[in-house]
């Protein structure tokens, strides 16, 4: 079954990524992979940190002349703002004397970053050890995954967009030295009806989706189809009545998002994140220092003022991924062709056309 398993700090050599799962024969576009990874690092209010990097995807084993073997891709992203680190990050203790940026431990954590609470958990004496694993550096990987099940999805005819739906001035957040959260929303069209499944919680297709998009740093909250607005309104309102025309099976509306009992119905899945504000101020919150016990003021790094445009193209990936996971476990098969006859013979079944 699809997954993937990621290693990496922001600040080490390079993200790694091992992608499991996928069938054999699937044709990938470098550019496409690269050209998402450049969608999430651009959107107003990123750091400097994004005029160092130029993601891009090295392959090193799962793909041979632009197909997929049907065996584990290995993906990289290098950092390259890891030559100021290598020796801050060196993974053994360095021979020479301190130079560049980690040199000195952190010892005052972010008020909302993982900072504190996974200092205390793993034992820590110094924060850089917490926040270099949770650093949102690491959705680099989940991009690059994603354009790749987004290719397996495409044989599928299955497309998947996530766009900016709400976000703070970041202009006016910026001149105050504060940050901004949004809300991004992911459109996924063409998925077929019977994606996911009633029978279980680990199943449920909206559970799936509401990990994956949780799972993303900053997140604070999902929604499916109209949500929480469905808690107000009346069974007759809420629900999306069943018609039939030439094509199939339709709704003339979607407040499910899609999905109903944790499988999709054939419509549009609709699925929003909320993302708070980031958590490394230019004007720090209060904090206690680790090290000494006494007052004083988190972390200064250099940091975004929102990232919301990026998180736009992180949730895209992870909706894909989630998706491309449950068409999997439908469709089955070793080679993409199988996946697609699978797929083919089930909507010749089923009274739906893709719309
Ligand atoms: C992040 C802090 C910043 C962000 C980073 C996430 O990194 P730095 O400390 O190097 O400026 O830029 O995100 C990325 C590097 C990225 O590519 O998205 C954090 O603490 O979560």
Do not use: C
Not at 206 to 214: E, H, I, P, S, Y
């Amino acid at each position: 079954m699809l997954r993937l398993t990621t290693a990496g700090e922001s600040h080490g050599p390079a993200l790694v990524g091992i992608l499991t799962g996928l069938p054999a024969g699937l044709a990938l576009d470098r550019d496409a992979i690269d050209g998402d990874l450049a969608r999430r690092q651009q959107g107003y209010g990123r750091s400097p940190r994004q005029q160092i990097e130029h993601d891009r995807v090295e392959v090193l084993a799962g793909v041979r002349h632009g197909r997929t073997l049907g065996t584990p891709l290995a993906l990289v992203v290098t950092n390259r703002d890891h030559k100021n680190w290598e020796w801050g990050m060196s993974p053994w203790p360095p021979e020479t004397e301190p130079e560049g940026k980690g040199t000195k431990p952190v010892t005052l954590p972010r008020p909302g970053h993982a900072d504190l609470a996974g200092t205390l958990k793993y034992g820590h004496n110094d924060v850089r050890n917490t926040l270099e694993r949770a650093s949102a550096r690491q959705t680099a990987m989940t991009v690059a995954a994603g354009a790749v099940v987004k290719a397996l999805l495409a044989d599928i005819d299955v497309a998947v967009a996530g766009a900016v739906m709400d976000m703070g001035d970041v202009d006016e957040a910026k001149a105050e030295r504060d940050t901004v959260g949004g809300v991004v929303e992911v459109r996924a069209r063409g998925v077929p009806p019977g994606l996911g499944s009633y029978a279980t919680k680990e199943q449920r297709l909206d559970a799936r989706l509401a990990a994956a998009l949780m799972g993303i740093q900053a997140v604070k909250g999902v929604e499916i189809g109209a949500g929480f607005a469905l808690a107000g309104l009346r069974g007759s309102e809420a629900h999306d009545e069943i018609l039939r025309d030439e094509n199939g099976l339709h709704r003339e509306t979607n407040r499910a998002g899609g999905i109903e009992g944790g499988v999709s119905n054939g419509e549009e899945i609709v699925v929003r994140a909320a993302m708070k504000p980031l958590p490394t101020l230019m004007r720090p919150l209060r904090s206690v220092d680790l090290a000494t016990g006494e007052a004083g003021e988190a972390l200064v790094e250099r940091s975004d003022t929102a990232a919301v445009e990026a998180l736009s193209v992180v949730a895209e990936a992870s909706v894909a991924f989630e998706l491309g996971r449950a068409a999997r476990e439908k469709f089955g098969g070793d080679a993409i062709g199988d996946f697609v006859a699978a797929y083919g013979a089930y909507v010749e079944r089923i009274p739906w056309q893709p719309r």
